[in-house]
């Protein structure tokens, strides 16, 4: 297990839409990155057996892997810390990394009350997952983040030149890393 303390600036984040390109995308992903498998799309077992393959291929690069459900689920899995809304993560185990979902200040300290170790702040942009809608956009976005009773991680239409022009140092994507024609962005 990884030590929360030690959370990665980039993050890449799996779902449906990237599967095909997670492989290439973790290869390029730098060291010490994490990946936060959620694959909420897959049947348990396929689920389970997909994360043992990507897992694989980054632990040989170093990369840390959060699963996306409690942090009872995330052990038995060998994942380095579990994601999900704050009340579902579970009881606090030292050295299980915690992060969160926020789209409020209200949210941020729910996430801080129950003890995150860092808050996914969304969506900064607008993003594939919700056309159309409601964006923090980068100054509100910076507002709440610094108010945040914990690191805070920029998710939503998040891509390499957009992070470079928000100037924040954590950050997430979805499809920013998980599809064929952003992978050359990854610095």
Known sequence: MRRANTLPALWLVSDARNDRVLERAL????????????HYH?????????????QRRARARALVVVLAGSAAEARAWGADGAYGSPRALGARRVGTIRLTTAHSLAELALAGRCGADAALLSPVFPTASHPGGKVLGPVRFGLLARRA???????????????????????????????????????
Request: glycine share 12%; aromatic share 6%; no cysteine.
């Open 27 to 38: 290869a390029r992903l730098p060291r010490g990155a994490g990946l936060i498998y959620r």
């Open 42 to 54: 897959l049947g348990r077992r396929q689920r389970r057996a997909r994360f043992v393959a990507l």
């Open 149 to 187: 009773p914990m690191p805070v991680i920029a998710l939503g239409g998040m891509d390499a030149r957009r992070a470079r022009a928000l100037g924040w140092p954590h950050w997430a994507a979805i499809d920013g890393l998980g599809h064929p024609r952003r992978l050359a962005q990854i610095a």
